[in-house]
């Protein structure tokens, strides 16, 4: 548990504190601008608490002042119950994985090399360290034949994954993240933050995680705290709780719009009747599928999995790959709410496709028939029942 | 062409004098410039001082230099180590400012995470600074590897031998074909120093050659 009590941080004190070997410090004219104010907050053991808010407001400050790259003006920190001030700073910082934006890999050592050098620094022989390298580079999902190349010959999202990778190779019990995801793509980021909640389900660590992405931080974050301008913690909540609730018009205009449709994320699908639909394998010929006798026809694989709709008019020969409607989403029995309603809006047909765990068609579902799923989650809400840990990601 | 072949041992000899006026300075002056370049890259207000005075140092002339040593370090003014000690200060004076640039171009996340990781003080200079500096380090050497090449050659207007001498001596013989000669060597051993600072840049940097690989 990191532990934040009353923690202030102004720069252009006498002592600034600041790690960066002077470069900033002694610059900002503007003397005493207060980065965080009294900020009290506890990230809990074995979970992600993520700190958002604009740019500017404390974020980077706050994150840096666990490992005491940034000294706090008043207020203690402690981690796990330990004063970090009292701490020998060199222990603490290794106790502890940093990832920041750009990665920030050595740029003369390889891969492998990279991922071992704080197991290095604490003395961990060199073929273990290896070892344990390696493995972790499997983890983060890079193959491991790149572990003999040099951070320059890696893509912006692989030199991301090595930067976890050296974050975690000591096992640290904290880990503190910087933006991590942010300058890579769109697609890159989602896969990326797809992998991180994998690795953080196997691996429980306590994280602080720093975006000024609120999408973000409601998908990756057990608590988010949103920070204002001037380092002010606005609001301390689940993300559910932050989308449902927002404390004031600052959190309310941060979170966003369509708060009430992502609000559906955080709510598991509950059992609805889902109806049957007739199915055509991939391959069926056109006389299969007009004999299902509707517009819009279900394609199945071999394995039973829905592939996409197909539109009995187009289909002259037989049901190919390439006549499949790519647009419709494919909702889990056990995801969210949010999910099966994107089903039925995105399908051509109007029936929301649903699969089971084990990916196999279950029966499809209209909007009209989620809506009232949506409804009676609202009165349960209201009347006090709030879904706790109906978290589905 | 009958000349320098007929004189080959007396260029030799003086080619590695020469090599050795110049080269060990290289030496010694890299020695002294990467913890000045080191404190000027930590700390603001060295580095300003630092880089002036050495800077400053360059500018004195070298004969004055050469002239002067000897009543400063109490040795006779044909001893040689005048010559080196001159020598070592130009490359200081080369020298300081480019470690410090070097030490201070590393990517501020690399020196975030390096800190991250709790290398502190010297051990990020070894591990991380010093290691990425090389090449602009390299660059510097380049240039006082040269600048020392052509200044030592000064040093034989006070007698001391190395292939200065050819052109003072042809020079004053009315000789060209000597003068030429002497040229022609300094030239000669200023691409060895440079090829022998490239090549050994090259086995410490293979990271640089990374991308095109
Ligand atoms: N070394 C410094 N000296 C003076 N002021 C600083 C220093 N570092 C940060 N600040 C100021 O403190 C405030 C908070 O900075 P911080 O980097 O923590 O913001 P942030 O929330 O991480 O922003 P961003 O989202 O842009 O990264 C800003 O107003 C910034 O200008
Ligand atoms: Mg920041």
Redesign the pocket.
């Known amino acids: 548990m990191i532990r934040f009590e009353g923690v202030t941080k102004r720069?252009?004190d006498a002592d600034?504190g600041?790690a960066d070997g002077g470069s900033?410090?002694g610059g900002?004219g503007d003397q005493g601008?207060v980065?965080v104010d009294n900020l009290t907050l506890e990230a809990p053991t074995g979970q992600i608490t993520v700190l958002v808010?604009p740019?500017?407001?404390?974020?980077?400050?706050?994150l840096r002042m666990v490992n005491r790259m940034i000294t706090p003006t008043s207020g203690t920190i402690s981690v796990n119950g330990r004063d970090t001030a009292s701490m020998d700073v060199a222990e603490l910082r290794r106790g502890m994985g940093y990832v920041i934006q750009h990665a920030g890999l050595f740029p003369h050592r390889t891969v492998v090399d990279n991922v071992m050098t704080v197991p290095r620094l604490l003395g961990v022989d060199k073929r273990q360290a290896r070892a344990r390298a390696m493995e972790l580079i499997e983890r983060v999902g890079l193959d491991p034949a790149m572990a003999r190349r040099y951070p320059a010959q890696l893509s912006g999202g692989q030199q991301q994954r090595v930067g976890v990778a050296r974050a975690l190779a000591a096992d640290p019990p904290v880990m503190l993240m910087d933006?991590p995801f942010s300058a890579v793509d769109p697609v890159v980021r989602e896969q990326l933050q797809n992998e991180f909640l994998r690795l953080q389900s196997e691996l429980g660590k306590t994280i602080l995680f720093?975006t000024?992405d609120i999408d973000e931080a409601v998908k990756l974050g057990d608590q988010v705290a949103v920070l204002r301008v001037g380092?002010v913690l606005a609001q301390l909540a689940p993300p559910a709780t932050l989308l449902a609730d927002p404390v004031d018009d600052f959190v309310a205009g941060f979170v966003g719009r369509d708060r009430g449709y992502r609000a559906l994320s955080f709510a598991a699908a509950p059992e609805l009747s889902l109806t049957d639909e007739p199915t055509v394998r991939l391959g069926a010929t056109a006389e299969q599928v007009r004999a299902v006798g509707s517009p819009w026809v279900l394609a199945v694989g071999d394995a039973g999995e829905p592939v996409g709709w197909v539109r009995a008019a187009a289909v002259d020969h037989e049901v190919t790959r390439d006549l499949l409607h790519r647009g419709g989403t494919v909702a889990s029995t056990s995801g969210s709410l949010r999910a099966l309603l994107d089903a039925a809006l995105s399908s051509p047909s109007g029936r929301g496709v649903v699969a089971g765990d084990d990916g196999r068609l279950v029966g499809t579902i209209t909007a009209a028939e989620v809506v009232p799923a949506i409804e009676a989650r609202r009165t349960a809400t209201t009347a006090g029942e709030v879904p706790e840990g109906a978290s589905t990601r | 062409m009958s000349w320098a072949l007929d004189h080959l041992s007396e260029i030799l000899t003086r080619a590695g004098q020469h090599a050795w006026l110049a080269g060990l300075p290289l030496v010694l002056g890299l020695v002294v410039a990467l913890p000045l370049g080191w404190l000027a890259s930590r700390t603001s207000w060295l580095r300003a001082s630092l880089l002036t005075t050495t800077g400053l140092l360059y500018t004195i002339p070298s004969l004055a230099l050469f002239i002067l040593l000897p009543s400063i370090l109490g040795t006779k003014i044909l001893d040689p180590v005048n010559v080196i000690v001159a020598m070592t200060i130009y490359t200081v004076a080369l020298l300081t400012r480019t470690v410090a640039d070097g030490l201070s171009s590393v990517d501020p996340s690399t020196r975030q995470a390096a800190i991250a990781m709790g290398y502190g003080g010297f051990a990020r200079f070894r591990a991380v600074d010093l290691p990425l500096a090389v090449p602009v380090i390299a660059a510097g050497l380049r240039v006082a590897a040269v600048s020392n090449v052509s200044i030592v050659s000064v040093a034989s207007l006070i007698g001391i031998s190395q292939l200065g001498y050819f052109l003072t001596d042809g020079y004053a013989r009315s000789f060209p074909t000597e003068v030429w000669v002497g040229i022609i060597a300094c030239l000669l051993l200023a691409l060895v120093f440079d090829l022998v600072i490239q090549v050994i840049s090259r086995a410490l940097t293979p990271w640089t050659r990374a991308v095109a690989a």
């Open positions: 720069y252009g600034s600041s900033r410090a900002g601008a980065a808010g740019s500017g407001c404390g974020k980077t400050t706050t933006e720093v000024h380092g």
